[in-house]
């Protein structure tokens, strides 16, 4: 599987993830927010050019504490740090099981990694069970108080 960024040649209509909002997502608005540098969309694809599955990111800014907790010593003198979001990633359902899921989130961190401004974390928002355990596997924790995000450092 080839990892690249999203163009127009990129087959997005029989994609299927299951979860109604990303497939619509990457069918009518990725490409819109790729082209405006809202988001970075990249898909992932078999050598026959069938899309297995994407991912998109975002720039974003965490508060220390939202990340260490209240009750932690705060450990830098900045009280914000850079960092990206995981807005979607997300595998055809006819090619789960198959590791393009992990495929693509450690294609995510090292691009993040060799980026030049080399966030601190990457945060993803869990929209399910799976989607949870998936990313508790990757090394993500969920924020103290927002079950629902997760984070990892990058650092």
Same mark, same amino acid.
Do not use: W
């Given at each position: 599987?080839?990892i690249e960024?999203?163009a127009?040649?990129?087959?997005?209509?029989?994609?299927?993830?299951?979860?109604p909002?990303?497939d !619509?997502?990457?069918r009518?608005?990725?490409?819109?927010?790729?082209? !405006?540098?809202?988001?970075?969309v $990249?898909v992932?694809?078999?050598?026959s050019g !069938?899309?297995?599955g994407?991912?998109a990111?975002s720039?974003?800014?965490?508060?220390l504490?939202?990340?260490?907790?209240n009750?932690q010593?705060?450990?830098?003198?900045?009280?914000?740090l850079i960092?990206?979001?995981?807005?979607?990633?997300?595998?055809?359902?006819?090619h789960?099981g198959?590791?393009?899921?992990?495929?693509?989130l450690?294609?995510?961190?090292?691009r993040?990694?060799?980026?030049p401004? !080399?966030?601190m974390?990457l945060?993803?928002?869990v929209q399910?069970?799976?989607a949870?355990? $998936?990313?508790?596997h990757a090394g993500f924790? *969920? $924020? *103290?108080?927002?079950p629902n995000?997760a984070?990892?450092a990058l650092q």
């Open positions: 599987m080839k960024q999203l127009p040649a990129h087959d997005r209509g029989t994609f299927r993830c299951g979860i909002s990303f !619509k997502y990457f009518a608005q990725a490409g819109r927010d790729a082209a !405006k540098s809202l988001a970075a $990249f992932g694809e078999l050598a !069938k899309v297995v994407y991912y990111l720039s974003a800014t965490v508060l504490p939202d990340l260490l907790g009750g010593r705060l450990v830098s003198r900045y009280p914000a960092a990206a979001r995981l807005t979607r990633l997300a595998v055809d359902k006819r789960r198959q590791g393009y899921a992990g495929v693509l450690r294609d995510v961190v090292a993040l990694q060799a980026s401004l !080399k966030p974390a945060i993803a928002e399910n069970e799976a949870r355990h $998936f990313l508790e924790q *969920s $924020f *103290s108080d927002q995000r984070f990892r």
